[in-house]
């Protein structure tokens, strides 16, 4: 296992160029499977999660060839005889989950490991199950595993409502029904743009979407889709913990290249609360850190409001703020791990319910601090960044899947990070 040792206190100056979104890749990979022929997507990171998705899909008798170094990843379905998704892999990764529903849209049935650590009941993948069942598929569960099918001809059709609204049970809805029989409505269906996202590409196939982008998606099924050439979004979430990591000091100056801010959503507003602002040209953006950091508290909402995935991040640059902010996520309530971790370096921090209570303006110093998820281990990596002296942050293979080269990206801007075994 690798861990880091960070030198705290270093300006940021220079160019990050941002890599292909993740979450927004996976649905798409998931979605070339219900093509006939080969697809190839450009600008996919080289990140522990792809590499274990191209296995998932593999596992199927599917062709993934993936080019690193060109970030391309070519799908061929064609010889998809097994539609299986073994737990050994699934575990790995709750979004192989997709694999549900682009097996039932592909060839009518799907078994599927259910996700790694998680149960029927509370972080669940129910609204998913049902969605499916209501518009038509046959489910079963046994023995660990989603056992599912549809009916001769393809799935009939129907509606169903996400109570609350799911982005993994959108795309798995999607990915079942464009290649169905009848008509499918999702209703309080997720906007992020990595679902609009995702019904560009199934458009490009072929498929017949109405109302991307909005609340409700009306699914009319077709025949057959095609295999396409299609070009990732770059990552939201890199763009906004990056942007977060340069407003941390106040003689940082950075650019990040190849970013699409339209995609931050609400983020933007939150972020020139603090102060902080950044010019955008093209798809640069420049961020202008200031002089001294405002407390603003944030509530995770679903989008375009303030992303879960980006609250553990803002933790940090709150601990740097005078005076005190509050972060609630409403969307999983329980993801506060690295705040602990934050009080042993000294940052004056506490949790309650849902809610996470930072008084800025403590000096941190550096320690050994353990990352527990993926959001949190950056979030960490950025507190030593910030805390006076060396820190080491384990664990961080957290990390290697989802921030591609992170290390390299922030040291050649000066950041001072060295990856040992531990
Ligand atoms: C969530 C984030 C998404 C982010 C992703 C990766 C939201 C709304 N979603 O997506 O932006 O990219 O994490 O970190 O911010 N739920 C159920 N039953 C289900 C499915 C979900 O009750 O079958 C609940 C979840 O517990 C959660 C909410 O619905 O409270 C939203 O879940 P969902 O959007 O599906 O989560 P992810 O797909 O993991």
Redesign the pocket.
Known sequence: MDKFIIEGGYPLKGEIAISGSK?AALPLMAAALLADGETSIENIPGLNDILTFNNVMRVTGARIDYDQKAQTLNINPDNLYYPEAPYELVRKM?ASFYMLGALLGKVGKAKVSLPGGCAWGP???????EGLKAFGADIKLDKGYVVASVPEGGLPGGTYTLN??????T?NLLLASVRGKGTCIIKNA?K?P?VVQLCDFLQQMGADIEGKGTSKLVVKGVSKLNGVTFRNASDR?ETGTYMLLAAMHPESDITLKNTNPEDLGEFAVWFKKTGATYEIDGRDMKIISPEKIKPVSVI?E??PGF???LQAQWAILMAMAEGEAHITDT??PDRFSYIPELARLGADVSVKNNSAVITGGQQLTGTSIMSTDL?ASVSLVMAAMYAEGTSEVLRVYHLDRGYEGLEHKLNKVGARIKRVEE
Not at 123 to 129: A, M, T, Y
């Open positions: 979450n709750r972080r669940p993948v129910d609204l998913h199950i609350p609204s799911s982005v993994g049970a795309v997720a992020e990595d979430i995770t679903i989008y992303p879960t995935d969307i999983y959001r």
